[in-house]
């Protein structure tokens, strides 16, 4: 006969102690496999489906293939999604929270502990994962330089642009100051899709409530012209194509590294970067 551990349970107000695995099981839809949300729905042999599933398979139920035109609603166990609570699946990035089953898909989806994408998923990388995780990757696979300062300046030649699928980009420079980490993020692109510009902005390594604790500064100049732009980094929350169409970072046209750099040297965007905490 197998045991089952008391630890893993939940508690039902009013009702008996439940195994979460038994709990899992009565909750989980056959489609997605995740915890159903109500409404709730069940063909006439009892099978049951959640309403986004139920759309997807046109009303055919997955388990019996009975038509499910009725729209029968399991009553019961939608009463049993209001009553229980679980924890978030983000509970081993440090998420504690318990919460009424039936806010679950809620409560995941504006979680702190939720996984971050990679900085460059709007150019294609499709990995996500924690802090650490990311910028081990940003490292790793696309060659970011890892800078333990607040200050700093970099060069960005013209010609070491790299092309990704939907514009042209430099590699990542990734600073770890003040316990945190942030991204320096630049790119050649074009200004509501019409004005060639490069773009420049800094990406904060964590949610959007920490991220206001933070402030930076880019700076260009040469020749006598100096341009500034100051802002509070964005959060790896926020994707790139957001940050583009509000015009928030350092945006100059690609004509000006002519006019900051003398004639006999190579084209090049240097970029001076400060960030500070408030």
Known sequence: METREISHCVSTPGWALFSLRNIEEML?????????NCPIYQCRNGHTICLSCKLRVKNKCPSCRQQMDDDIRCLLLEKMTKSIEIGCKYK????????????????????DFRLYNCPR????????????????????????EIITDSNFQRQFPIAHLRHDQTCSTWIPHVSYCFGQYFCLHAEATFLK????????????????????????????????????????????????????????ALIV??????????????????????????
């Open 28 to 36: 989980q839809c056959p489609v997605c496999y995740d915890f159903t």
């Open 92 to 111: 081993e990035y440090r998420c504690h929270e318990i919460i009424p089953s039936c806010k679950k898909h809620k409560h995941e989806d504006s979680c």
């Open 121 to 144: 998923s709007t150019l294609g990388c499709c990995v996500n994962g924690d802090i650490s995780t990311l910028v081990s990757h940003l490292v790793n696979h696309h060659m970011a």
């Open 193 to 248: 899709d019409v004005a060639p510009v490069y773009m420049a902005f800094v990406y904060f390594m964590g949610n959007d409530m920490d991220a206001c604790k933070y402030r930076y500064k880019l700076k260009i100049e040469g020749n006598g012209r100096k341009f500034i732009f100051e802002g509070i980094p964005r959060s790896l929350r926020e994707n790139r194509t957001r940050i583009k169409d509000r015009g928030d």
């Open 253 to 278: 046209m690609r004509s000006l590294p002519h006019f900051l750099e003398e004639e006999t040297r190579t084209r090049r965007l240097e970029i001076a970067v400060q960030i500070w905490k408030i």
